[in-house]
């Protein structure tokens, strides 16, 4: 499964958008891009994932570049409860008994 | 309903005593895993069972014993705790092997004195 990238850490405002951004410049065709978040004492929560349309569902949006070398979390109106680690993972979906890869994340927090 | 469910929540033990997780999902999925969060907050895979057969055993040692006596539970069992598998445990499902839409437990804040 191909490596990612994401900033250490963000700040955002509550009731502003937050942009989470992951590099995945070794993605290969057949590789999905997903995201998680944990919030601090919970497991991780599984969000959205995409393979190079853009998506969207109840929690966020997620743009994939056109060259599927990245991309951006979208939180339309975050909250103070989105403060969390946020992971980018890109896995096949063939990849048969491989698993979630998580690396290091983005920890958001959402301040007042 | 708590679709993934483990107990205990926390587990304070001494060095060398056996304990055992219990993990239950009511999913109706079929794969279920385990993996470990250290202190400095890696989410590492441990173990993966599909349909009660272990599939992967990410070089876990051998104290550690998953036991899926059906398809709904994938229990975790440790032998001689040492002070190094102080962690935080959490079970996992997924609709099948290739699903990485999991859904995860709460967690198993495990500490050894």
């Known amino acids: 499964d191909a490596k990612t990238t994401q900033p250490t850490s963000m700040d955002c405002a509550e009731g502003r958008a937050a942009n989470l951004p992951c590099n995945h410049s070794?993605?290969?065709?057949?590789?999905?891009v997903y995201w998680y978040r944990q919030i601090h004492s919970q497991g991780p929560q599984y969000i959205i994932h995409?393979?190079?349309n853009n998506e969207t569902n109840e929690m966020a949006s997620l743009i994939i570049t056109e060259d599927r070398k990245s991309s951006t979390l979208i939180l339309p109106h975050a909250t103070l409860r989105d403060t969390a680690v946020y992971y980018c993972?890109?896995?096949?979906?063939?990849?048969?008994?491989?698993?979630?890869?998580f690396g290091k994340g983005t920890m958001l927090l959402v301040s007042p | 309903d708590t679709a993934v469910s483990q107990t205990p929540k926390y587990l304070v033990t001494q060095m060398g005593n056996d304990k055992s997780i219990k993990c239950e999902q009511n999913?109706?999925?079929?794969?279920m895993y385990w993996y470990k969060q250290d202190s400095k907050k890696f989410l590492k895979i441990m173990f993966s069972?599909?349909?009660?057969?272990?599939?992967i055993n990410e070089t876990v040692p051998n104290r550690f014993s998953p036991k899926s006596p059906d398809k709904a539970h994938l229990n975790l069992h440790i032998n001689s705790l040492e002070l190094g598998d102080s962690a935080v445990y959490f079970c996992?499902?997924?609709?099948?092997?290739?699903?990485?839409?999991?859904?995860f437990g709460q967690g198993t804040r495990l500490t050894v004195v």
């Open positions: 996992a499902s997924s609709q099948s092997v290739a699903g990485a839409e999991a859904f």
């Open positions: 070794t993605i290969s065709g057949n590789e999905y």
């Open positions: 995409g393979l190079k």
């Open positions: 993972i890109v896995r096949g979906l063939n990849s048969g008994y491989s698993t979630l890869t």
């Open positions: 999913l109706g999925h079929d794969t």
């Open positions: 069972y599909n349909n009660k057969e272990l599939i």
